[in-house]
């Protein structure tokens, strides 16, 4: 199969903003001519691989891009142009909540959200067992999840993504919630799921979080890559141009 675990070939994705919305078919009807948008390109012709058991942090200023290139590799979104090839079994973690029925218990929740990952039933009874230690949740887990707190999602949704044997493992912010020890006790399966061969994609603000885990940034700017590199060297770069934007 290569030693790629994803390839992203010459990939741009742009989006309609409409200028003036109706709001119902009436309104669409009659004023049509409202209908104006400006197209807003997010990526613009953006090319990378990441090879198997990789961790990857993505960094970039709000808008840049970086979260519709997860997005694309989860195969939320598609691009307008270019490839995205996925070798392996892709689990994520987006969004809190994404995935769950919030009038659904915790329990069920464990249930159908490893089932989207392509678990079934006897696969995800092996796993109920660790999925429930790892979240600490205990009987909050037969409450429904519209209940729980944004830290209490982020257990929940973490627990059922490392534990479906994924061969890549995507992330976008959401260790940013929750609280510091649960937080580190994340990174440090993430460490342990990496050394067993995992890809691992890491969309975040935080550089600490991305230096102590990761082996290679990816900073993209304004819908294309501006540097690709050791954390250390990518993260410098970017700090500087920061601080550089913030003087002027």
């Known amino acids: 199969m290569g030693e790629y675990a994803?390839?992203?070939?010459?990939?741009?994705?742009s989006f309609k903003i409409y200028l003036d919305k109706g709001y119902s078919l009436r309104d669409k009807l009659l004023f049509w001519k409202r209908n104006r948008y400006e197209e807003l390109s997010v990526l613009k012709n953006i090319s990378f691989s990441i090879k198997k058991g990789e961790a990857v942090g993505l960094i970039g200023h709000n808008g840049c891009g970086k979260s519709t290139t997860l997005k694309m590799l989860t195969r939320i979104m598609y691009p307008d142009s270019g490839e995205i090839i996925m070798n392996g079994r892709v689990s994520s973690l987006l969004e809190l909540g994404a995935g769950f029925h919030p009038d659904m218990t915790g329990i069920e929740n464990i249930y159908i959200n490893a089932s989207i990952f392509g678990l079934n039933k006897k696969e995800i009874n092996r796993r109920f067992a660790d999925i429930i230690e790892f979240s600490e949740l205990g009987d909050f887990l037969s409450n429904p999840v519209r209940t729980y707190s944004s830290g209490m999602y982020m257990r929940l949704a973490f627990a059922?993504?490392?534990?479906?044997?994924?061969?890549i493992l995507l992330i976008d912010e959401i260790l940013a919630v929750g609280d510091v020890g649960f937080r580190e006790k994340c990174l440090k399966k993430l460490k342990e799921i990496k050394e067993q061969g995992t890809t691992i994609v890491?969309?975040?603000?935080?550089?600490?979080?991305?230096e102590s885990f990761c082996n290679r940034t990816i900073w993209i700017h304004d819908g294309q890559i501006r540097k690709d590199g050791t954390p250390k060297e990518v993260h410098k770069e970017y700090l500087s141009f920061m601080n550089a934007k913030q003087i002027k």
Do not use: F, R, T, Y
Not at 160 to 167: E, F, R, S, T
């Open 160 to 167: 059922v993504a490392i534990h479906v044997d994924a061969d």
């Open 202 to 210: 890491l969309v975040s603000h935080s550089l600490g979080q991305i």
């Open 6 to 13: 994803i390839e992203v070939k010459n990939v741009s994705k």
